[in-house]
């Protein structure tokens, strides 16, 4: 990680599903680059047997009991829906 | 050349809960669309995941049933990845640190005649993690609709190592497992109603290779039939691919079951990339030993160590055992009776349960058994033998292991003849009653008969049939056969067969 | 106290609604008015709902009439960032991804001011979503900050700092995932509290980085952020990582906690880049605190110049995963130019978020893409372990930490372009979410040119009691509070 790798922004509009411009590709590529080269300086830091942190705090086996508790409406379920037939939301065909 | 198929299995099985994985709206299956939804379900902005204890002991249960090492620790992850059947674009799923790791599951080859056992093996499992399951998709002709009912039911996904090399071992993996689940009530494995699907992972080397061949993931075997046919089919079409001089390549295909054929999933997808991470909303999970050990003691004895056990115990053969280890209802159901019925008369209690109440069953609920094919049953191929009757059947039946146990007794007493036993037991399972108040009321106790009477019945038969005694006392043992018959037509047929045999070979004996 | 019933605190409000001085109903068509005057100059909402308001404040007149008052916030108008769901109320996140989108379900803290009997006044604007510090990222226009409205508010939250500083509201809630509460209350001149993570119940919260997302109250006072704390703090059945954490009497803490404390100065929050305007003002406050008879001592957070990289790394890589969701499928924009289902994702997610969010959720699926998850995510979440280290290390000596909240009082309305300059707005406030700590932001004085300045104390996991006592004693001795801006 001695140098920012190239970010292939192409390739992670389509995983992030994101149509851009061809505007927003250059412009984003050049900023990004920016932070990630930024972000670089991590590659310094010395993490060796330092466990990671995904919370700050973490607790163990938070859960609830199986009991079944009513849920929404279908038409609150649908009230946002842009689509809608026979109480399903509507898609184009989706072509596997 | 001899080629063998590497095959892993990738099974997923709903587990059988009353809320959702991550939330507690219901679960449940053929409800009206997006009526089990809430706004976690639905991924609404803001909603967020909470465990379902259940699930987590179900899966827990799981692996001690198939000897996997329960992880002390475990963690949740996020597969990202986009489809309109997933409505947060990711799934809850675990990564690098599932619940399960290792263990296996015993499976049963088919032998040369369904009466024989066939070969026992392992297959080693690589892990089994818990995750959630997605909507359903109704692909119309121009769009699709989607449903979230399914979306967020807790869903375990069962992973082997490539170490199955036909489909008939496919097949009795998958069985075994099924069994497993339902035997553990972790699941109903109901595969028309999606409670349990196949993915399998075939390749092909040539016969005494170490590596493995390219790998083709064939999706859609979403009957247990399927599973033996699609992979069958598959693993000839790599054959015949390679044969011709062709390359195969490492692919998606999906199965029909309907015209037994495959085709490749082209997907319109780039090449997936998950992104898997940690997720942020939830928290760890820690499995200790008392959890565990809680858990241990509801694990029921699984079907090849009940058959085991049967073998040692009651000494009943193995066409009784492959039927009735299948299904814990039937299998608690003999072990009772035979109880009841005392030492040495488990194989005939084993007889009146396979052959006379599985038919009286199967004829009381045609409809429930219907489905048989699906029901885990003895692995044997083509079955043949009655398929064990659905549970309601069994607990709602009027026969019940006490009475099979008298009629047993009764027949071996003598006081009823085995057609008479038949007979009282067809009125059993319609009545209820028990069956000497059935002998009695019909008529069709064996007469009492004198024993100075059958004495001088056998020393007539003795007396005229000098060939079969000689025969005999020569060492033919079955030549004593021959002097029954006249006793019986003697005693109008009404001795008991039992006691004309001991007196027959008494009296041969001082002779 | 201001004469201007918009401009008083819950304590005083509370009381003269107790003593039947004052209705509900008259406190928020005060409110109502006051927003109507100065929402054309600050647009500190993305919407209200006067009728609804007013509904809600006649329950509560009620409610009092007949002796069932819930407590001090009954009959309060209270404002909530636009990230909070509020049943049958719009929730846009200020994004046009969520423009039309209706919230049918209640946040938990909206249940809990429900309980208290709070006035829901209005849906505040804010970075698209709580991505910024400027509130210059909503799709519907920026907030001006009432002390300039030329100026920005700060962000994300800075719909909620402006709408309070302006008289549009009593208190307000926000969000804050690096500084989005404690950064405009600086920016604003209120006091702005940021709870430990795990204190108040994130459900109903859209997520910008779970792990570092915290809802938390503006106020005009410390005594009030301990009043609306009370409310909105408590475990929460329906989040994994709210905390079963006893919730004090924050109000009775106020006077009962009493110091002299020990006060650690971390060296690395007073480098470069700091203003000095900015610098003089915390130093008077450290001043202060040392003359009641407080221990002051320097201490180190050595990881600290790792603080931002470490946040944009885990925050985007968080966000890029929880903004999956908004996809034009269930609901929210769907494109009309998308032919399948891959299209209407690409486009509307295209069409729907801004740029500073598709910048964002570029970065954080960059960091956890194949080939760089190990590199970026994994070092990021390790580096973070230290950076808490360095403050658990820290709490073995000190009480808080007392630090400035930004290194720049409010700037120009379309100032900073570039966005890594604005991500140094963050610099001193992002360790404490990274750490998971409790922090608030209290008025400390103004610049020359009249704009607040603002001082952090950043205080020991779940001792909200305490950090809230400490902020009380320097506000007690000071007026910032009691100046409002002019209109
Ligand atoms: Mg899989
Ligand atoms: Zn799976």
Known sequence: ?96 | ?511 | MSSKLYFRTIADLAAALDAKQLSSVELTQAVIARTQAVEPRIHAFNSFDEADALAQAAASDARRAAGQSCGPLDGIPIGLKDVIAVTGQPLTASSKMLKDFVSPYDATVTTKLKKAGAVLWGRLNCDEFAMGSSTENSAFGPTGNPWDPTRVPGGSSGGSSAALAAGEAIATLGSDTGGSIRQPAALCGVVGLKPTYGLVSRFGLIAFASSLDQIGPFTRTVEDAAIVLGAIAGHDERDSTSFQAEIPDYRAALTSQRGPWKLGIPKEYFAAGLDPEIATAVEKAIAFYQSQGCEIREVSLPHTQYCLDTYYVIATAEASSNLSRYDGIRYGHRSAVGKDAVDIYAHSRAEGFGPEVKRRIILGTYVLSSGYYDAYYLRAQKVRTLIRQDFLHAFRDVDALLTPTSPMPAFKIGEKADPLALYLCDIYTIGVNLAGLPAISVPCGFTKSGLPIGAQLIGQPWKESNLLAIAHAYERAHDWSAQFPIF
């Not at chain 1, 409406?73 to 649908?78: E, G, I, K, M, R």
């Not at chain 2, 590596?211 to 079409?237: A, C, M, P």
């Not at chain 2, 499995?287 to 073998?311: G, I, N």
């Open chain 2, 1 to 511: 050349m001899n080629y063998e198929a590497v095959i892993g299995l990738e099974v997923h099985v709903q587990i059988k809960t009353q809320s959702k994985m991550f939330t507690r709206v219901a679960t449940g299956y053929g409800h009206e669309p997006n009526t089990l939804t809430d706004p976690v379900v639905l991924a609404l902005p803001g909603a967020l995941p909470v465990m379902n204890k259940a699930a987590l002991d179900a899966i827990i249960k799981a692996g001690l049933l198939l000897g996997c090492e329960i992880a002390p620790v475990c963690k949740w992850d996020r597969k990202n990845y986009f489809y309109p059947d997933s409505p947060k674009n990711y799934q809850i799923s675990q990564y690098d640190q599932p619940i399960c790791l290792g263990g296996s599951v015993e499976i049963e080859l088919p032998a040369s005649a369904r009466n024989l056992m066939g070969e026992h093996k392992k297959i080693p499992l690589t892990r089994i993690h818990l995750e959630e399951d997605v909507g359903k998709l109704n692909h119309g002709a121009t769009d699709s609709l989607v449903d979230y009912n399914r979306a967020g039911t807790p869903l375990m996904e069962i992973v082997s190592d490539p170490a199955m090399h036909s489909a008939e071992e496919a097949y009795a993996y998958l069985t075994s497992i099924r069994a497993t689940m339902i035997y553990g009530g972790i699941s109903d494995c109901d595969m028309e109603k999606g409670q349990l699907r196949c993915d399998a992972n075939i390749s092909i080397r040539p016969v005494g290779a170490t590596h493995l061949g390219t790998k083709v993931e064939l999706k859609n075997l979403n009957s247990i039939s399927f599973v033996r046919d699609g992979i069958d089919h598959e693993i000839k079409r790599q054959i015949a691919v390679v044969e011709r001089g062709g390359t195969l390549v490492q692919e998606t295909r999906d199965y029909d079951g309907q015209t037994g054929t495959s085709q490749s999933l082209r997907s319109k997808e780039m090449a997936h990339d998950y992104r898997y991470f940690p997720d942020p909303d939830l928290m760890p999970v820690r499995v200790d030993a008392e959890w565990k050990t809680r858990l241990q003691a509801e694990c029921p004895e699984l079907p090849f160590a009940k058959q085991r056990r049967f073998f040692e115990q009651y000494q009943v053969p193995y066409s009784l055992t492959s039927v009735l280890v299948w299904d814990r209802m039937l299998a608690d159901y003999f072990e009772a009776a035979a109880q009841l019925a005392g030492p040495g008369k488990a194989q005939a209690v084993g007889n009146w349960i396979v052959n006379d109440l599985l038919r009286e069953l199967s004829r009381g609920s045609a409809a429930a058994v219907g489905d048989a094919a699906l029901r885990p049953r003895s692995p044997a191929r083509d079955g043949g033998l009655a398929a064990p009757a659905d549970a309601h059947a069994l607990a709602t039946s009027k026969v019940r292991p006490a009475h099979i146990a008298a009629l047993v007794n009764m027949v071996d007493a003598g006081t009823v003849l085995t057609n008479a036993a038949k007979e009282i037991f067809i009125e059993m399972a319609a009545t209820g009653d028990q069956p000497a108040a059935i002998a009695e009321k019909r008529g069709l106790c064996a007469a009492p008969i004198d024993t100075n009477e059958l004495e001088t019945w056998c020393r007539d038969a003795i007396a005229a049939n000098p060939k079969a005694v000689a025969e005999y006392k020569s060492g033919k043992d079955s030549a004593i056969n021959a002097l029954k018959g006249p006793v019986m037509k003697a005693a109008k047929g009404k001795a008991n067969p039992k006691l004309v045999d001991e007196t027959l070979r008494r009296l041969l004996a001082v002779m």
């Open chain 1, 1 to 96: 990680m001695s140098s920012a790798p190239a970010l292939d922004i192409d390739h992670i509009a389509k995983l992030a599903r994101l149509a851009l411009t061809a505007e927003e590709k250059a412009t984003f590529a050049q900023q990004l680059g920016d932070v990630l080269h930024h972000i670089e300086q991590l590659a310094k830091v010395d993490v060796t047997g330092v466990e990671p942190t995904a919370h700050a705090s973490p607790i163990f086996n938070v859960w609830q009991a199986d009991v079944a508790q009513p849920g929404l409406t279908v038409a609150d379920a649908l009230r946002n829906a842009p689509a809608q037939r026979d109480n399903m939301i509507l898609v184009p065909k989706v072509v596997e």
